[in-house]
């Protein structure tokens, strides 16, 4: 995830999927503020800012580009933290423990191992005996 990733000019169709997600997601919270938990001034905050927002991003898309931006800007950093930690967790609490246990029991899966006894590493390979079965590789 980069910089360059974020779409600074989104076109016209990812800017009503925003319009439209803003009015599901708003209007989801104000039915759950106002039926889930009794708050009324929540519920009435959220279900105009959702209907501010969303239909005139549905009718006019460009006009919700500086909020799209705005968003995708702000949310870039959190992103990309959860990635990279996302990784390191992944590499340290996975491959890592994995590859010391395979070092440990002495697995050796690619033969890559010295052996001073041999003259050469060259493993041969079984040829075909039909040629036809060159055009099935699988």
Do not use: N
Request: hydrophobic fraction near 50%; charged fraction near 15%; charge should be positive.
């Amino acid at each position: 995830m980069q910089w360059s990733d974020i779409q600074f000019r989104p076109d016209a169709r990812t800017l009503r999927q925003f319009a439209g997600l803003w009015l599901v997601c708003f209007g989801g919270l104000a039915a759950w503020e106002g039926f889930g938990r009794g708050h009324t001034t929540a519920a009435t905050a959220l279900g105009i800012l959702a209907l501010a927002v969303g239909v005139p991003g549905l009718l006019r898309p460009q006009v919700l580009r500086p909020i799209y931006v705005g968003w995708m800007v702000l949310a870039f950093p959190i992103g990309w933290t959860i990635s990279q930690i996302i990784l390191a967790v992944m590499y340290y609490g996975l491959f890592t423990p994995i590859g010391l246990i395979f070092r440990l029991i002495g697995r050796d899966s690619l033969h890559r191992a010295r052996r001073p006894g041999q003259a050469t590493y060259w493993a041969p390979k079984a040829t075909p005996t039909d040629p036809r079965r060159y055009l099935k590789q699988f």
